[in-house]
């Protein structure tokens, strides 16, 4: 079993550059959660999705944040243009889905270091 | 909103007992979780409690939960210079289609 798997694992760009984060999760994860870790805090959601569907979007700053799922495998978050708050770790989780009941487990991967200059 | 809150640090000797605590505020609270996270890499679950016990004891790991004082801890007996990384303690309200709120880490220094 691979985990969750992110790429790249680091991205230095410059401020109003596009990038991208491409997760795959684990074999059979129905749900996907793409969470936002600044420098000595916890994660936060940004969105997490049910299959191909987005169900929990509202952290997401839609004006320059994208995301999708289009198979309910393989995601991608986007962020154009960046700016230099965006500078964080990006991390990628997956957890079983509506079929199993009980406690929220979730497998995060390593996550994707973005740097803004 | 829910709100989860840690130390920062924690430092403790080689073969001590570490006791890393928590407090939430979400009263709604079902799940509250252990997460550890080593330098470079994603958060990993050591355990999980549900609300309504009070302890889980995994190997070296024993959790207290204090519903009343919505107060959580994570005693790590016996502890190795391994055991050194950072603990995030989070919670969630529903069974598995719910979000989880997590704290900001308690960074455990292990010293030999």
């Known amino acids: 079993e691979a985990g969750v798997v992110q790429s790249p694992r680091y991205k230095i760009i410059e401020k109003k550059q596009p990038v991208a984060f491409w997760c795959n999760p684990i074999?059979?994860?129905?749900?996907l959660y793409w969470y936002r870790q600044n420098l000595g805090q916890g994660p936060e959601l940004l969105i997490r999705?049910?299959?191909?569907?987005?169900?929990?979007d509202s952290q997401l700053p839609k004006d320059r944040f994208s995301a999708e799922r289009l198979k309910g495998v393989d995601s991608t978050l986007k962020i154009q243009p960046a700016e230099l708050g965006d500078s964080a770790v990006y991390l990628c989780?997956?957890?079983?889905?509506?079929?199993?009941?009980?406690?929220?487990?979730?497998?995060f991967g390593a996550g994707s270091r973005l740097t803004v200059l | 909103g829910e709100d989860v809150e840690q130390s920062l640090f924690l430092s403790v000797r080689e073969g001590d007992s570490s006791v890393i605590n928590c407090t939430y505020t979400d009263s709604s609270s079902t799940y509250l979780y252990w997460y550890k996270q080593e330098p470079g890499a994603g958060l990993q679950l050591l355990t999980y409690?549900?609300?309504?016990?009070d302890m889980k004891q995994d190997q070296r790991l024993t959790v207290l939960l204090n519903k009343k004082d919505k107060h959580l801890s994570l005693r790590i007996a016996d502890t190795q210079t391994g055991d050194s990384a950072i603990y995030f303690c989070a919670e969630s309200r529903n069974t598995n289609a719910g979000k989880s709120t997590f704290g900001d880490g308690t960074t455990l220094t292990v010293k030999p």
């Open positions: 409690i549900f609300s309504n016990m």
């Open positions: 074999s059979g994860h129905n749900t």
């Open positions: 989780a997956s957890s079983p889905g509506q079929v199993f009941s009980g406690a929220n487990v979730l497998t």
């Open positions: 999705y049910e299959n191909e569907e987005a169900v929990d």
